[in-house]
């Protein structure tokens, strides 16, 4: 494909086709333009992000109290160092990806082959951890109580850790069938109903003197608030809601928008590994029957390392804002 | 293509190693949270926040220039992409942050309380 172009810039030549603005041959060039416009797109998502927060900066959650998984550590509280491990993920499948670029410019097949491999195989491993994030995420640890007036109420024991509703909540006899299309007059359902009702966490609260409830508002010293038994009992007479996990609409962590913006981002970034995966298979498979070695270039493997190395910066900044600020 | 095709693999292992070493360091600081940055504001973001963008700018730049190679590309190209991008980014925080805590203030300040 290079055999056609000739990069100098003769006067006579300038609109015959052939030239080279910036040295870059086209399909690298608008590459370069297709990363530009997709990081401004990113940065409009992370900005509204910031938008949001600086919003409820009061009562925004603490990143390290909602992201505390890690594999096989059950109860354990880990915070980051899972997403630290996903972030060496990608990072390494960057470098992997650059030295495919760097076999293939010295034609080396078999090296190009070899880590394009392995790039595909750490991307893979990136969008399951992804998953796995949200599962944690989606599933939810403590639940929580949303009040009429919208605020959510967590519960706390005496040193201030966190208590599940699971752990005091009462079993009053009372029966509340899900509505589900099938028991429905017409084409009704709801939502899955929590574990327990607000009737059963509030009887639950009432019986374990030693709960307190905690806000969202966060206090001079960036701890969240906790109120004392009186504040407690009265804050959870106006409760409305139990919440578990959390959904586009509410979230056991706090703010409901904070859900919102991490499956969107999270989300959207992910599906950006995803696609880069799939380009980097056909990538791979183009590399393995020989094509860029009967075009004796491998700039396509270039212009997919450079949608994969920026997939990666994406992940260095939503890493940041996400987990760390 | 017209840049030579030399081999840098050593400059991809070493721009690796900055790389783990400055994650290292930001999951370090963000599991200690020490006091002194924590507590500390500036513009109205605390001290360790700030670090913590520092990184990461440092971390995107050597993306950018190291594994996407634009430190081997023409100034005209390297200037098209970067500069479009760094302004813009910078107008759309400065706007939206701004206002952001403005709406901060009205619901802390005013009768509104909380109405979306």
Redesign the interface.
């Known amino acids: 494909m290079e055999a056609t172009v000739t990069t100098a810039n003769s006067e006579e030549k300038t609109w015959g086709g052939g030239n080279e603005p910036m040295g870059a041959s086209y399909g690298k060039l608008m590459m370069w333009f297709f990363i530009v416009s997709d990081a401004l797109t990113f940065s409009g998502f992370l900005a509204a992000y910031g938008f949001s927060r600086f919003k409820f900066i009061e009562t925004w959650p603490l990143a390290d109290e909602v992201f505390t998984h890690f594999p096989f550590m059950h109860g354990v509280s880990a915070p980051m160092y899972y997403v630290a491990l996903m972030t060496f993920i990608l990072i390494f499948s960057s470098v992997t990806m650059v030295l495919a670029v760097d076999a293939g410019h010295q034609m080396k097949k078999n090296k190009v082959v070899i880590y394009m491999f392995l790039t595909i195989i750490g991307g893979l491993i990136f969008v399951g951890s992804q998953a796995w994030e949200w599962k944690n995420f989606i599933k939810g640890e403590y639940g929580a109580i949303e009040t009429k007036g919208g605020s959510l109420l967590q519960f706390v024991d005496k040193d201030g850790n966190r208590v599940a509703l699971a752990e005091f909540a009462a079993t009053l006899p009372e029966e509340r069938e899900q509505l589900t299309r099938s028991k429905g007059k017409w084409f009704m359902d709801e939502p899955s109903l929590p574990s327990y009702s607000v009737a059963e966490v509030q009887a639950g609260f009432k019986a374990h003197p030693e709960l307190l409830i905690r806000t969202e508002v966060i206090t001079k010293e960036k701890k969240k608030t906790i109120l004392s038994r009186e504040e407690s009992e009265l804050r959870l007479s106006q409760a409305h809601y139990v919440v578990e996990g959390a959904n586009l609409k509410r979230n056991e962590y706090g703010s409901k928008l904070f859900a919102d913006f991490f499956f969107f981002i999270t989300g959207f970034h992910g599906f950006h590994v995803f696609s880069g995966v799939i380009i980097n298979i056909i990538i791979f498979f183009n590399v393995l029957i020989g094509t860029y070695e009967k075009r004796k270039s491998y700039e396509m493997v270039e212009k997919v390392g450079l949608y994969w190395h920026f997939v990666d910066l994406v992940w260095v900044f939503v890493f940041t804002v996400f987990y760390l600020v | ?2 840049h030579e ?1 030399v ?3 050593g400059r ?2 070493k721009v ?1 190693g900055i ?2 070493a400055v ?2 360091v ?2 370090y600081l ?2 200690l949270k020490p006091d002194f940055l ?2 500390n504001d500036f513009l109205s973001m605390n001290l360790l ?1 700030w670090i ?2 520092a ?2 700018i440092f ?2 730049y050597y ?2 220039y ?4 634009m430190e081997g ?2 100034s ?2 390297r200037s ?2 970067v500069f ?2 760094i302004f ?2 910078l107008y ?2 400065f706007i ?2 701004t ?3 403005y ?2 203030e009205v ?2 300040n005013s009768t509104i ?2 109405n979306f």
């Not at chain 2, 190291?66 to 190679?69: C, G, K, L, W």
């Open positions: 293509m017209s095709h081999s840098n693999i991809i292992w690796f790389l783990s994650t290292i930001e999951v963000g599991i924590f507590m926040n913590f963008y990184l990461t971390k995107a993306i950018v190291a594994f996407m190679h590309e023409k005209s190209l098209a992409v479009p991008v813009l980014i759309l925080l939206l942050l206002e952001g805590d709406i901060y619901f802390k309380k909380w």
